[in-house]
């Protein structure tokens, strides 16, 4: 083999190792971004004091129109003349 063609093909497997580092850095950046994206929906919730089923019925309305807080208050006084939560 020519010198040029084994630097050549030093550069490209250095280019492949450094490529697979970075998609495992990726990889590894996506998923903490996705769970701490989950942590502030979780906080979001609990912060309203919503049950599942509160959630559930705000999902179901930002389907059909744009939330607003009254929809929240709304889908809270509905749940909640059924059954109290403190």
């Given amino acids: 083999m020519s010198i ?5 093909g ?4 250095r280019a492949r190792r450094k ?3 970075w998609e495992s850095r990726y990889k590894e950046l996506d ?3 996705i769970e701490q994206e ?5 906080e979001m919730v609990r912060a309203e004091s ?5 959630l559930a019925e705000l999902l179901k ?3 059909t129109m744009a939330p607003n807080p009254v929809c929240l208050e709304n889908v809270k ?3 909640g003349e059924g059954n109290e939560r403190d």
Wanted: hydrophobic content about 25%; aromatic content about 4%; overall charge negative.
């Fill in 19 to 21: 490529r697979d580092e």
């Fill in 50 to 54: 919503l049950t599942p089923e509160q």
């Fill in 38 to 42: 989950n942590t502030e929906i979780h």
């Fill in 31 to 33: 998923q903490k971004y």
């Fill in 61 to 63: 309305l930002a389907k």
């Fill in 4 to 8: 040029r063609l084994e630097r050549l």
């Fill in 10 to 13: 030093a550069e490209r497997d």
């Fill in 77 to 79: 006084k509905e749940e």
